[in-house]
């Protein structure tokens, strides 16, 4: 994927619906150029084209997702980072904001992550860190670890901070997820009473997905960035959540 490829895919995954003639106007190219590579695109099931427009597609895929706000991930995943302390063992979980977190940390010594996903293991190959990939049923698509012997494992381990990604939040139905087995491995981790911290970008907030994660009072904070709604980091407060809000 060419950097004009980068910039059309991030557009569209930030605006979700976005016309060829803008593409064509932020890229600075022709139309054709940008039908082009919008077809290219598609075909590796990035994008899907409608008559004039491209639209984001929801995806499991690690990398695609990553490229969503990517610039805010980075700054959100820095700060992360900043939370963890030398000696900590800690968890994360399979989301994008959270496999940033990786490049990060080659000044943490005698670290240990345990993680569900194998995408952050290998990650984390050239760190300093100790990685503990836990078993069970593997999802290809989002490269993550799920199922009872997934949970099986987390009884095994113990870490002091779990960060964590979601899907979704408003009040009315608090944190969610859209696969139930990830959702369900979320839970398990949430309700072994650590410092949980949810780490995501602000566009996941005002939207509803389908599983549960929660109650909310067992995460601790939440990071994410200063486009986050006051009225939604009104009621986090609330809730007892320390919201951290990144300048972008």
Known sequence: MNDRQQIILQWVNDKQRVSVNTLAQVCQV??????????????RNYLRREHGFAVAVQTDDVDQRMMSNFGRKQKLAQYAASLIHEGETVFFESGSSVALLAQYLSDKRSLTVVTVSSYI??????MP????LLGGMYQKASQTLVGPLT??????????KAFIGIDGYTPE??????????????NAVLAKGVENI????????????????????????VITDDQLAEPIKAHLSSSGIVVDCISQ
């Open 30 to 43: 022709s139309e054709v150029t940008i039908r082009h590579d919008l077809t290219l695109l598609e075909r």
């Open 121 to 126: 293991a290998t990650l984390l190959k050239s």
């Open 129 to 132: 860190c100790e990685v503990i």
């Open 151 to 160: 949970k099986l494992c987390l009884q095994q381990v113990n870490f002091s």
């Open 173 to 186: 139905t608090g944190f969610t997820g859209r696969d139930m087995l990830r959702a369900d491995i979320v």
């Open 198 to 221: 949810v780490l995501t970008d602000s566009s996941k907030f005002g939207q509803i997905t389908g599983h549960s994660l929660g109650p909310m009072g067992l995460v601790s904070r």
